[in-house]
C-alpha cells in the first residue's frame, strides 16, 4: 500500500526544545517538500529536496533544517530558532521536481507551549 | 510575484446544489494547476491536476476548467453532497513550486 507516512499526528514541545518530525514514503519519488499551514492562509514552503543529499530553502526555512540521507526520508527538526513553530506540519512529496502532481501525507499538528 | 486568492473563503450550500468554487491568479505563465480537497485536521487529497496546456480536466461529478488568459480557475461540484463538506485547495505549479491559495471552507446542509 503506496504512500506517506508522518509521525507522529500530534506533538506538544515545550518552548526552547528542538523537535523532529518524520516523513517517509514507499512511493519511490525523488522529490520530497515540507510545507507549514496556518488558519486561513495558504500552504508555505519550508524546505525541498530534489534528490537524497541535496535540499534547498523554501519560502520560511527559518528556524527549521532537513536532512535527506536515504530517498524514503525527509525529516524535519523545529529549532528552537523557529519564533512561531505552533502549526501543522505537511510533507509530500513527487516524482521529480518539475510539473508533477504532489502526493502529502496525513500531517503533525506540532503545539509548542 | 505569483499571487493565487480563492473567494470565497466559506461557502455553504444545501445539499443537491450545483456548485462553483474560484481561483484566480496574477501571472498566467504556470506549468499546471491542480486542485485539493481538505478534510478538518488531515492532509491534502489531490482531485484534479490541469496541465497548462488543457481548458478543463473531469472526475466523477467534478469538473475542474483553467483559464490563463484571465487567470481563473474554476472546480465545479455537481450535485452536491453532505460528503463534500471539506476545504478546497488550488495550487498553482509556477517555476516548479507550488503557490497556494488560502482555501474555501464548503459546507454542504443535508
Known amino acids: 500500500d503506496g504512500g506517506i507516512t508522518q509521525s507522529p499526528k500530534y506533538l506538544f514541545r515545550k518552548e526552547g526544545q528542538n523537535v523532529t518530525l518524520s516523513c517517509e514514503q514507499n512511493l519511490n519519488h525523488d522529490a520530497m517538500y515540507w510545507y507549514r499551514q496556518d488558519p486561513g492562509q495558504g500552504l508555505r514552503l519550508i524546505y525541498y529536496s530534489q534528490i537524497v543529499n541535496d535540499f534547498q530553502k523554501g519560502d520560511i526555512a527559518e528556524g527549521y533544517s532537513v536532512s535527506r540521507e536515504k530517498k524514503e526520508s525527509f525529516p524535519l527538526t523545529v529549532t528552537s530558532a523557529q519564533k512561531n513553530p505552533t502549526a501543522f506540519y505537511l510533507c509530500a512529496s513527487s516524482m521529480g521536481q518539475g510539473p508533477y502532481e504532489q502526493y502529502f501525507g496525513p500531517g503533525t499538528r506540532l503545539t509548542v507551549t | 510575484k505569483q499571487e493565487v486568492t480563492q473567494i470565497p473563503a466559506a461557502l455553504s450550500v444545501p445539499e443537491g446544489e450545483n456548485l462553483v468554487l474560484n481561483c484566480s491568479f496574477t501571472d498566467s505563465a504556470i506549468y499546471n494547476l491542480q486542485w485539493f480537497r481538505q478534510d478538518p485536521g488531515k492532509g491534502l487529497t489531490s482531485l484534479l491536476l490541469i496541465q497548462s496546456s488543457q481548458r478543463e480536466q473531469t472526475s466523477g461529478r467534478l469538473n475542474a476548467s483553467l483559464d490563463k488568459s484571465s487567470g481563473r480557475s474554476t472546480l465545479y461540484i455537481a450535485a452536491s453532497q453532505p460528503g463534500d463538506s471539506a476545504t478546497y485547495l488550488c495550487?498553482?505549479?509556477?517555476?516548479?513550486?507550488?503557490?497556494w491559495g488560502a482555501g474555501t471552507k464548503l459546507i454542504i446542509k443535508p
Open positions: 495550487a498553482l505549479d509556477s517555476n516548479y513550486q507550488l503557490i
